[in-house]
């Protein structure tokens, strides 16, 4: 994994990291009892769970009726919700598929937690593909499964069906290129186990990991095999998804950039995410070395690019709209401006194309406050985007007499809450009981882009003051 | 007495005041029916009636004529008699002495009228005799009696004698009346001081009542003696003078009940108190002698029986009598006069001839009617839907959205905008009416087309012992109504309004009124049409690398659409035919076993009905420099008195159908005669299909409507239960719904006719709606043969009046529409 660095590049790892530093300071939160601020915030993750599972046990057992939807507004908060958090699941794909084929080393200090948080969102988009069925016991008749209704099949033209294998190919994907990235970390936290517990269970889940360099070699092959075949599927998902709304008939729906819009809007939302679960890791974690302001900098810079496709986006539709000289589609984007949810509409421009511009501004990029309330608005924002092009497309389309409102209910709310409680609950066991950094990637980097490496080799400072840092293992002797 | 009507010989057609002949008259079925012969154009065909209307609130007929103005009630009287006066003036007669009056539209119905001597009616809905002669008087100036209008066969609905019915309540307070038998009547409830009447009737010493249930009535009476249900019992009736029909059971009485009549009998002490030998025996001594040729009594029972109605070749001349010696005045037409001059139209055989003293009922008219008057005025009127509050507790009429207001589970006061405006008033705020010793306070419906200065309210409201469904559902409003020159006026004079504290929300199933200028609904003008069958319509234009082309020839499927090789289901609705009276909405319900979802969930948008009739309001032209959002907003305002449209909207079966390719599990799937159908037991509920739908038919099962305490209607017990449909399923909870074309009508017609080894026949299998429409808007079968009435229509109106709803986006109904002509001056 060596390779150049050029010394006037930012470092990745400062503090002066060795590698038993990383692999001190990674597995130290894995082995600690949990924290008192851990133990709050997993309770109420746990409540949020507890609320949010009521609520799903109302929508099961009394019917859909429970949510605010009607005969013209058949999606609202819950496929606004799924989209929304399939968008989320986006980053990590991203960042661990992409970046990787791409050598961004920067990546190393965050794709183990970007990465569980796209399992996690995708699992709450999933949440809401149960929950938004009308009759949930009988949803796997989306699968093409073999059966003996005179051997009825599914409708390969319908996008939900496409929505289907997207998502659990998606999940399935993600979940195996995580874990397979996990194995060397959880070998290193059975090897220092100290419980009998831990140590086998560490076991079980390594996988019987040793550490050699054949072992090593297939580890690298599979991992790139593994981003090559993640890597379409970042583009693929939110592109499915998006055709969800691209193949209707529904003005407003009835969009062929969809996939590119939608797909920058994924990666534009899944990296606030990622920011915003990162900055509260590296402050709670004490990760601030792994995780460094150039990090944040470099993510605030793809949030920017995304979030001004996202604006070119909406501005083309409107274009298009007018263009088209179709009076229902010119309807349709005039309501959203100015019709009943304008507010809807403007929340999501202020909070998507203007809000993100200010990330122009190196100070406020390198701000962790303004960086992490930047990152939850983009959210809010992208929430909106779904809201927007779900609601007020539908709930006036062709015509008039069936244009309604819709209201949330607290049922809806309550759904909502449940998906919280789930990436919150999933999240904090991950954070708990898994290393939030990839260890072993970090130490791969960091002979070339740690602090004290690029240091020595800036032209004009020497590295003398190093000389006990270089005794111990992380110390390369090439670089000298 | 009420003549019968003729509209199918009308060519002009002028209704005054309450003359809601499409709506709520009684025979406004068969006035449908005759008015919507005038309104069907064809090819051999290119004239159709014009219709003025001078009324107070939107009826269902109002919304149908070609020019409406909104009128006062106090000014009824004048509107009659300037019209009588511009009539005479041009046919030479004399002018009546009446003070002077302003409306609009009212010297071109007289024009019309004129012209159209002989094919012309004027009709009135007023309860003051003197405007019944005065309209007696212009109708026998134009002609019309003996061509539109029939005295000879009168209509015996609903017949009552409100000045009787007020000497008896009057002998209840005085302790005059020893017993008292209420069959089909609730005059606690309906009679506008039906309280104190229920307190008096402790003064009578016996009280019976034959009602099914303990209604406000019968509640009060000593013994309730119910009597079989209509589909129990064995009847007749003489609907109309020489129109005699027989009733017969259908199921055997469910209860144990027993027929008024056999009561009735046996009280009497009749050796044979078997009301059916009764009922022979009364057609054998009074109907057989005027059949003809019929055989033996038997034979003609037994055929009349099959039939259901027996028209006597020649109606005797002795049933029509002279009005001053009927005593049977009616409620709703032609009062008796009591007080007033006595002038009728003397019966001569099958004509009349008119010849009463119009200058004394001018000056009459003169005295009770004003041309501006302040107050505000309150007119009481009955919805399609509940009528006069006998049905209230059936679910299926409350959830029956009024095809004016679209609203339902509720009365309301309608205002009119301008009043709304002035008092701050938007919908559903309460407001506070006062006026004649009565207040209610009662949620408001700004109300299009409502007269300034007037409020209306519906009767057939606030009923406290209907039952379940229909208990305190709205206001009573009967206590409006008051006693006037001895007829019963639904209308108070003056009322005072004034707003109250809180809001009410108004259960409707449209809530945005306008067409916000979208080629949804295509019109054109009669003047137009005659020059251009396709006039008014909107064919859409997809510009292709092969130049312009319609969106059907455009296609990305190779096959270019499916084919039916046999059976081609489809419809052609006539947008100048249908009314709007929402007759087909109910049949629907009640074949297809629709669910009821009750007034909460009808705010919540989730009405289950297969079929609606969406109503549409004109609004005011746009000023061309508004901007676009300003442009959209002003169209969503309906005009003061707008044009209104009714457009019959359900599945429509598309060739390429929208809902078809997205949902995922194929429960809805495309058959091989046409039908858009759907797989109950296959959906899980995605509603994919219904956002998708274009025209928004589609319904989920939000909740399982059936055997479900917080649905309480006609699914949750075995009574309820059999109403419903054996051929049709319930569906579950969390599955989608929708228009089926009465599929499993279509599969019993197309058996019978295997069975025997046939081609269905036109007309043997038709849909529910289609059955129920009185005016024949609705016309159903298989588009492949080209001898069905469908299949010729569209061939004839095929790029002339025939238009598919959302043609460019190229989904290809099996329903075709045809443009709404009017027949504007």
């Known amino acids: 994994m060596s390779h150049v660095v050029s010394p006037v590049r930012e470092p990745l790892v400062l503090g002066g990291k060795t590698y038993a530093d990383v692999t001190e300071d990674i597995c130290r939160q894995v082995e600690a009892k949990p924290t008192k601020l851990w133990n709050i915030a997993f309770l109420i993750s746990l409540v949020l769970l507890g609320i949010g599972m009521y609520s799903a046990y109302r929508t099961w057992w009394y019917g859909i009726g429970e949510w605010g939807l009607n005969k013209t507004v058949g999606w609202a908060w819950d496929i606004t919700n799924f989209v929304w958090w399939v968008g989320i699941g986006h980053a990590g794909t991203l960042i661990s598929a992409i970046l990787l084929l791409f050598r961004q080393k920067w990546r190393t200090a965050i794709n183990r937690a970007a990465e569980a948080m796209t399992i996690f969102a995708v699992l709450c988009a999933g949440t809401f593909i149960l929950l938004h069925v009308g009759r949930v016991w009988l949803a796997y008749w989306c699968l093409p499964l073999p059966n003996t209704y005179g051997s009825l099949w599914v409708n390969f033209n319908s996008p939900l069906v496409w929505d289907v294998f997207a998502i659990s190919t998606y999940l399935t994907v993600s979940l195996v290129f995580w874990y397979i990235g996990l194995i060397p970390d959880l070998a290193t936290i059975r090897d220092r186990a100290k419980t009998k517990t831990a140590r086998i269970a560490y076991g079980i889940l390594s996988f019987g990991w040793d550490g050699a360099a054949k072992t090593w070699q297939r580890y690298e092959a599979v991992s790139l095999i593994l981003a090559g075949l993640s890597t379409p599927l970042v583009l693929s998902v939110h592109t499915i998804v998006s055709m969800d709304f691209a193949t209707s008939v529904i003005p407003g729906w009835h969009t062929t950039i969809f996939p590119p819009y939608f797909v920058a809007g994924a990666i534009f939302s899944g990296f606030a995410m990622v920011l915003t679960l990162m900055l509260i890791t590296r402050e709670v974690f004490d990760l601030k070395e792994y995780i460094t302001i150039q990090h944040m900098d470099v993510m605030n810079k793809i949030i920017i690019i995304t979030g001004s496709i996202v604006g070119v986006a909406y501005i083309t539709e409107f274009f298009i709209a007018w263009y088209s000289g179709v009076q229902y589609e010119q309807y349709a984007f005039l309501n959203r401006m100015s019709g009943p949810y304008w507010w809807a509409y403007w929340s999501m421009m202020t909070c998507n194309v203007i809000s993100p511009q200010l990330l122009w501004i190196k100070k406020i990029r390198q701000s962790v406050v303004a960086t992490f309330i930047l990152s939850i608005v983009v959210n809010i924002g992208m929430w909106f985007e779904r809201f927007v092009i779900i609601v007020t497309s539908l709930h006036r389309d062709y015509l008039p007499s069936s244009w309604a409102m819709f209201y949330p209910t607290l049922v809806d709310i309550g759904d909502y809450i449940l998906t919280f409680g789930l990436f919150f609950t999933l999240f904090f066991l991950f954070a708990k009981f898994l290393p939030v950094v990839n260890m072993a990637e970090i130490k791969a980097i960091l002979k070339t882009s740690s602090d004290i490496q690029l240091e020595a080799h800036k032209p004009t400072v020497k590295a003398a003051s190093h000389s006990e840092a270089q005794t111990r293992p992380a110390y390369n002797k090439d670089a000298e | ?825």
């Open chain 2, 1 to 825: 007495m009420v003549p019968t009507y003729n509209f199918e010989n009308a060519d002009v057609v002028v209704g005054i005041g309450a003359a809601d002949f499409l709506g709520t008259w009684p025979g406004s079925t068969e006035y449908s029916y005759q008015y919507a012969q005038q309104r069907k154009l064809s090819k051999d065909k290119k004239q159709m009636s014009r219709h003025y209307q001078f009324e107070t609130t939107l009826s269902i007929t109002g919304a149908n004529a070609d020019h409406r103005t909104p009128i006062k009630p106090s000014q009824e009287g004048l509107v009659v008699a300037a019209l009588y006066n511009q009539v005479a003036k041009l046919t030479g007669g004399a002018a009546i002495n009446a003070p002077a009056i302003q409306v609009t539209n009212l010297d071109k119905a007289a024009k019309d009228l004129v012209a159209a001597k002989g094919r012309a009616v004027v009709i009135s809905g007023s309860k003051d005799v003197n405007v019944q002669i005065l309209t007696n008087a212009i109708n026998s100036l134009i002609g019309a009696n003996g061509k539109t209008i029939d005295f000879g066969a009168a209509s015996n609905l609903k017949a009552g004698n409100d000045t009787a019915m007020a000497a008896f309540v009057q002998e209840v307070q005085q302790g005059k009346v020893a017993a008292v038998l209420f069959y089909n009547a609730n005059p606690v409830y309906d009679y506008p001081t039906g309280k104190t009447f229920g307190e008096n009737l402790q003064k009578v010493g016996l009280r019976i009542s034959f009602a099914d249930r303990f209604d406000e009535t019968a509640s009060l009476c000593e013994y309730v003696c119910p009597d079989h249900h209509y589909l129990e019992s064995w009847g007749d009736a003489e609907p109309k003078r020489g129109y005699y029909s027989v009733i017969q059971p259908t199921i055997n009485p469910i209860f144990k009940t027993r027929a008024a009549q056999e009561s009735l009998l046996t009280w009497a002490g009749a050796t044979n108190k078997n009301y059916f030998a009764y009922l022979q025996n009364f057609w054998r001594t009074n109907v057989y002698p005027q059949a003809k040729g019929a055989g033996s009594f038997e034979n003609f029972w037994t055929q009349t029986l099959h039939d259901g109605v027996f028209e006597p070749k020649t109606v005797s001349a002795s049933i029509i009598q002279p009005e001053t010696q009927v005593n049977n005045s009616n409620t709703n037409d032609a009062a008796r006069p009591l007080t007033q001059p006595t002038a009728t139209p003397a019966a001569t055989g099958s004509g009349v001839t008119f010849n009463a003293d119009v200058n004394a009922v001018a000056a009459a008219i003169g005295q009770t009617y004003k041309a501006n008057s302040n107050a505000t005025e309150l007119v009481l009127y009955e919805k399609s839907g509940i009528g006069n509050g006998d049905q209230a507790n059936n679910p299926y009429l409350q959830e029956f959205p009024d095809p004016i207001s679209r609203a339902c589970w509720d009365n309301y006061l309608a205002v009119p905008k301008k009043m709304a405006v002035a008092m701050e008033l938007v919908q559903g705020d309460l407001v506070k009416v006062e006026g004649k010793g009565y207040s209610i306070e009662i949620p408001v419906l700004i109300q299009p087309g409502q007269a300034e200065g007037t409020v209306a309210l519906a009767i057939g409201y606030g009923r406290e012992k209907a039952g379940k469904a229909g208990n305190k559902v709205g206001k009573n409003a009967y206590p409006f109504a008051s006693l006037v020159n001895g007829t019963m006026s639904f209308v108070a004079p003056d009322v005072k309004i004034s707003k109250a504290k809180g809001k009410w929300e108004i259960a409707q199933v449209q809530t945005h009124h306008t067409i916000m200028a979208r080629p949804i609904v295509q019109e054109a003008n009669l003047n137009e049409y005659q020059q251009n069958p396709a006039a008014g319509s909107f064919r859409p234009v997809v510009e292709s690398s092969e130049g312009p082309k319609s969106p059907t020839e455009i296609n990305i499927w190779k096959a270019n659409g499916h084919k039916y090789l046999n059976h081609s289901w489809g419809m052609v609705i006539d947008m100048n035919s249908c009314t709007g009276c929402g007759a087909c909405v109910v049949a629907c319900n009640v074949e297809n076993n629709v669910p009821v979802v009750g007034r909460q969930e009808v705010i919540n948008r989730r009405e289950m009905h297969w079929l609606r009739i969406d109503r549409y309001y004109s609004a005011d032209p746009v000023p061309e420099e508004a901007g676009l959002i300003e442009k959209n907003r002003l169209l969503e305002e309906a005009s003061a008195n707008p044009e209104v449209v009714f457009q019959p909207m359900l599945c429509q079966h598309c060739q390429q159908a929208p809902c078809e390719t997205v949902c995922p599990v194929l429960a809805t799937t495309h058959s091989s005669e046409g039908l858009n159908q759907m797989t109950y037991n296959r959906c899980i509920g995605t509603r994919y299909c219904a956002n998708n739908c274009p025209y928004k038919v589609r319904r989920l099962n939000w909740f399982k409507y059936h055997n479900n305490e917080k649905f309480d209607f006609h699914m949750n017990n075995d009574l309820g239960k059999m109403v419903l449909n054996p051929d049709v399923t319930v569906r579950a909870r969390g599955v989608m719904e929708k228009c089926s074309f009465c599929v499993q009508r279509i599969q019993e017609g197309k058996l019978n006719a295997k069975k025997e080894r046939r081609r269905p026949k036109d007309g043997e299998i038709i849909t529910a709606c289609a059955q129920s429409c009185a005016t024949g808007a609705i016309v159903f079968g298989d588009l492949n043969d080209p001898e069905t009435r469908v299949a010729q229509m569209w061939e004839e109106e095929q790029g002339k009046r025939g238009f598919r709803v959302l043609e460019e986006i190229n989904v290809r109904p099996q329903i075709t529409y045809l443009t709404k002509i009017r027949n504007k001056a």
